[in-house]
């Protein structure tokens, strides 16, 4: 079946340092790859996605590429803030309407 | 934002106790889904509806009952509520249409069994 695996955290970095989250993934087909981001006592949003391979989603400084030779969709930024401290999942939608979420990744951004 | 909302926001009820989840959307998406979410294992699908009375389940669906009578409502029921079961439950909802697929989550109730 799909599965998503994701670096596991927590993850903490100074404020202005790059950040890279690990992903890669297990799916039949061609999935879609999704990143999705929870803030403290929220829901989760969607922060960005690609539907084909080479596609780079990109929102609020991140970005992720659609790599289909390696299976993976890494989340990366250049330049962390403080307010990007938040828990950020990898997801897949391979075929049908249902997600496959990894575990999360809880990342701590210091001032 | 997505018009989704979850009631209760909390809840602290006892083993053995029915307890409804309520999601409810004003975006007329044709999909709606329930998920769990525990520490060390993300978001898991419990079950997910495509229509108007139609529903299936998803991985952790024991336990769980849905029912969707109108487009804009979808109920989770824990029959009989066990300790396994506290955990923060998120809907989340998508279309059909394109530009509408990608899933929108709501705010999440905290749900906690003694």
């Known amino acids: 079946g799909d599965s998503v695996t994701q670096m596991e955290g927590p993850v903490t970095l100074s404020e202005e340092a790059f950040l890279t989250i690990n992903c890669t993934y297990t799916?039949?087909?061609?999935?879609?790859l999704f990143w999705y981001v929870q803030y403290p006592g929220e829901g989760l949003q969607l922060l960005l996605k690609?539907?084909?391979?080479?596609d780079k989603g990109s929102n609020k400084g991140f970005e992720a590429t659609y790599r289909k030779e390696t299976t993976s969709f890494h989340l990366e930024k250049g330049s962390v803030q403080v307010s990007d401290s938040a828990v950020y999942f990898c997801?897949?939608?391979?075929?049908?309407?249902?997600?496959?979420f990894g575990t999360g990744t809880r990342l701590t951004i210091i001032p | 934002d997505a018009g989704i909302t979850q009631s209760p926001r909390h809840k602290v009820t006892e083993t053995g106790t029915p307890v409804t989840l309520r999601c409810h959307q004003t975006?007329?998406?044709?999909?709606m889904y329930w998920y769990r979410q525990d520490p060390g294992h993300g978001l898991r699908l419990i079950h997910y509806?495509?229509?108007?009375?139609?529903?299936d389940k998803g991985e952790v669906s024991d336990g769980y009952s849905v029912s969707r009578s109108k487009t804009e409502d979808f109920l989770l029921t824990l029959e009989s509520a066990t300790s396994s079961q506290t955990s923060v439950y998120f809907c989340?909802?998508?279309?059909?249409?394109?530009?509408?697929?990608?899933?929108?989550f709501g705010p999440g109730t905290r749900l906690t069994v003694l």
């Open positions: 997801a897949l939608r391979s075929g049908n309407e249902k997600l496959t």
């Open positions: 690609a539907t084909k391979a080479d």
């Open positions: 975006e007329n998406h044709r999909y």
């Open positions: 989340a909802i998508s279309g059909d249409r394109p530009g509408t697929d990608t899933q929108y």
């Open positions: 799916a039949t087909g061609y999935p879609s």
């Open positions: 509806s495509y229509g108007v009375k139609d529903t």
